[in-house]
Each structure stands twice: as structure tokens, then as C-alpha cells.
């Protein structure tokens, strides 16, 4: 049985295309491009044409782009290069609702002596940007905070909090890992030093990234050894992934508004049927400013891993902010931070969905939801009946 994969925000599916253009640089064309010799040495223009692609997405220069491994990979790079590139300096602003790329880096770097402000948000993970500006101050090095939040989809105000720093001179740099894709974005007018992407979000392989350097900004390369990438990262080539990313880039260049309204009238039609089938669900995150693929909903008095284990079962894959089943033993930081109750925080499910499911998929996730949810509080000693009148626990 073919899985209703609902879990895009974790990882995609490589899109055929991609694999097709990444096959012959397994197989035939397995040089490296370092070598003197034509059969490695031709794979020069093909990472070329990649990094056009790549560049072409984001409206910024070919120059301005090194490859990766990972989104972790672009996010570190870009936060210690920031630091080796101002010395001085000590202090670093982010947000309580990174990705554990960003936010587990700046806790190592917390430990290291360097000053982190974790910045709140609100109940609907929104950010106060007064508290960014009293935040600011002459030891300030850097502002990293994600244009996308992976688990509740909230987009952030990357254009007023660019305009801000430029101003103060502060660098700035933005994990779009999220965001590749599914909204537009135009570094020719967005004013931000340093963007992350990871090629495993937008139908490209696992273990390819990249990261956008703006021209003139001071860049230390985390990665030291051979030349490669202009001395910026070294490592051999990933050349099949590069071509790769190289390749979902180009597919997502000019059908982003149309995959975003593909993706969010799914995503609205799932998200406004559940809500009206399960009573005491609601939904995390900002309704008004979200990724279009992205639909975080918590429902009382049942737990994420108990949902989850039913969805699978059924063919349907999710993710949940509870603690196991999100691979920690914490449950969500972002949905903590957001002041999200307890009982929501463990009922709570991610759907991300992608430009290959279908409306039949979503059909069948909204028949058989409302079914486990029903299931399960009737099992639970916190469950209700139809009524919505508690069911005392009988053991
Ligand atoms: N940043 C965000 C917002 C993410 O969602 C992820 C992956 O889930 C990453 C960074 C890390 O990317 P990668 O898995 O390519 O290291």
C-alpha cells in the first residue's frame, strides 16, 4: 500500500526529475571535478549550472552560493562565520522556536562564553519585534532567526527585521530550510547576509545544502581543507546531489504560486474538516502568516504517539510535537514557548503535505481522523462522549 505521506516537513520524496537528472553522475560520470583530466574535470560546468539554479531561485548571484551537506551544515557555517568574522563582538539574537541546528548551536555557543538572547513569542508563535530591538546592543554579532518554522509553519518578518539590522550594521543571517519552494523569495530585495537552504525540503536528495553568502560580507568557511567551492567548504563535491538541487531548484523556480495554492487549499480543506469533526482541536501557529503546506493542530485529551501509531496503521504518515514520537525526550520547544497547554502539546499532530498528495489523500485522512480521535478518548481517562460529557476512568 502506497503511504499518504504527510510528513513533508521532515523530509520529500525526490521528485522523478531530480533522479533522473542525478543518475548519470552515479554511474557514468563519476569523476572529480578536481582533476586534471576531462572526465572529472568537465563536472566543473555541471556544478556550475547547478549553483545558476540554485541562484535563480532565491534572485541572488551564482557566486554567492556554496554547497553544503545540510541545512545544519549552512545554519553552523554561517553562525561561527559570523563570529570569527567580528571577533569583538559576543552577543547573538535568536528566537526560542529554532531549529535545533540554530538553537543547539547557540546553546554550545552559550557555553562557550558567548552571550545568547533567546527571544519569546506569543501564543501564536508570533514575534514582538520591540523585544528584538531592546535586545540589540553593541556586542550584538549576529541575528539568526528561521524565516519558516518547521513544525507550525509560521513565517517571520525577514523583511523588517533585514531592514532593521542593515541599518545598525548588524549581520543577519535566516534559516529558509522551510521555505525553499513554497514562497517566493527575492535576496535581490530581501536584506538578509546569509540564507540557509537543504536540498532534502524541496524534492532533492538528502545530504545536499547550501548557503547563500551575500557578496561583501565577510565569510569564514567552517569546513577547512582542499579549494573546493573557492576555498569556502572544502570536501569533494557531492556532484550528483549538487546537480540534483541544482535541478529541484529549477523546478520550483516560477511554480510557486501555483504549488501554494495547490498546496493550501488542500491544507485548508483538511484542517477546517477536522476541526469541525473533532470536537476540542484547535489549531497551533498563525493562521494569518503560515507555510502553505503546513497544518498543526492539537487535539485534547489524547496523546500524539497514540494518534500516530493509529494514522500508521491506516497508511498515514504525521508527526507529533509529544516527546517520543518526535525523537526526544522533551516535548516541542516551540510549542512550549508558545505557551501551548500540556494536554494540547501532547495531542498534538503535524501534517506537511507536498506538491504530490492528492485530494483522495486527503479525503481519507479526513474520513479516518475523527474515527482514532473518537477511538482513542473513549479509551483515555480524560475521554468524552459524543456529548462532550467526561468519561470517568473505571480502573
Ligand atoms: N532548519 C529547519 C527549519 C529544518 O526544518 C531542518 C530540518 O528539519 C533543518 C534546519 C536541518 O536541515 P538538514 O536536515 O538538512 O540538516
Known amino acids: 500500500m502506497k503511504p499518504v505521506y504527510l510528513d513533508n516537513n521532515a523530509t520529500t520524496a525526490v521528485a522523478p526529475e531530480v533522479f533522473e537528472a542525478m543518475q548519470p553522475y552515479l554511474t557514468e560520470f563519476y569523476g572529480n571535478p578536481s582533476s586534471m583530466h576531462t572526465f572529472g574535470g568537465q563536472l566543473h560546468r555541471k556544478i556550475e549550472d547547478a549553483r545558476d539554479s540554485v541562484a535563480g531561485l532565491l534572485g541572488a ?95 517571520y518578518p525577514i523583511e523588517e527585521i533585514g531592514a532593521i539590522l542593515r541599518e545598525r550594521q548588524i549581520l543577519f543571517h535566516t534559516d529558509a530550510v522551510q521555505v525553499m519552494g513554497k514562497i517566493p523569495v527575492d535576496l ?24 547563500y553568502v551575500r557578496k561583501g560580507t565577510r565569510f569564514h568557511p567552517y569546513l577547512i581543507g582542499g579549494h573546493q567551492e573557492k576555498g569556502r567548504r572544502a570536501g569533494t563535491e557531492n556532484v550528483a546531489s549538487i546537480i540534483g538541487l541544482g535541478k529541484a531548484c529549477a523546478l520550483a523556480t516560477g511554480n510557486i504560486d501555483k504549488e501554494s495554492n495547490y498546496l493550501s487549499n488542500l491544507r485548508d480543506k483538511l484542517e477546517v474538516s477536522l476541526l469541525k469533526t473533532c470536537p476540542d482541536s484547535r489549531v497551533n501557529g498563525d493562521v494569518a502568516s503560515r507555510l502553505p503546506n503546513t497544518a498543526n493542530l492539537s487535539f485534547e485529551y489524547v496523546e500524539g504517539e497514540a494518534i500516530l501509531l493509529r494514522l500508521n496503521e491506516y497508511g498515514i504518515c504525521a508527526s507529533s510535537g509529544s516527546a517520543c514520537s518526535s525523537g526526544s525526550l522533551e516535548p516541542s520547544h516551540v510549542l512550549r514557548a508558545m505557551g501551548v497547554p500540556f494536554t494540547a502539546i501532547h495531542g498534538s499532530i503535524r501534517f506537511s503535505l507536498s506538491r504530490y498528495n492528492t485530494g483522495e489523500e486527503i479525503d481519507k485522512v479526513i474520513e479516518i481522523v475523527p474515527k482514532i480521535i473518537k477511538e482513542l478518548r473513549l479509551l483515555s481517562p480524560f475521554g468524552r462522549d459524543d456529548a462532550g460529557k467526561k468519561i470517568a476512568c473505571t480502573s
Open 188 to 211: 535581490k530585495t530581501l536584506p538578509v547576509d546569509m540564507l540557509s537552504l537543504s536540498g532534502h525540503k524541496l524534492h532533492a536528495p538528502k545530504g545536499i545544502g547550501a548557503l
Open 61 to 155: 548571484e551564482p557566486e554567492e552560493i556554496i554547497f553544503t551537506s545540510c541545512g545544519t551544515e549552512s545554519d553552523n557555517t554561517a553562525i561561527l562565520s559570523a563570529i570569527e568574522s567580528v571577533p569583538g563582538k559576543r552577543h547573538i539574537i535568536t528566537t526560542r522556536v529554532e531549529h535545533p541546528a540554530v538553537r543547539s548551536f547557540c546553546k554550545h555557543l552559550g557555553r562557550k562564553g558567548y552571550r545568547i538572547t533567546f527571544l519569546p513569542v506569543n501564543h501564536q508563535g508570533q514575534l514582538n519585534i520591540d523585544d528584538l530591538m531592546k535586545a540589540l546592543n553593541e556586542d550584538t554579532v549576529l541575528v539568526t532567526i528561521m524565516y519558516a518554522n518547521n513544525e507550525i509553519g509560521n513565517i
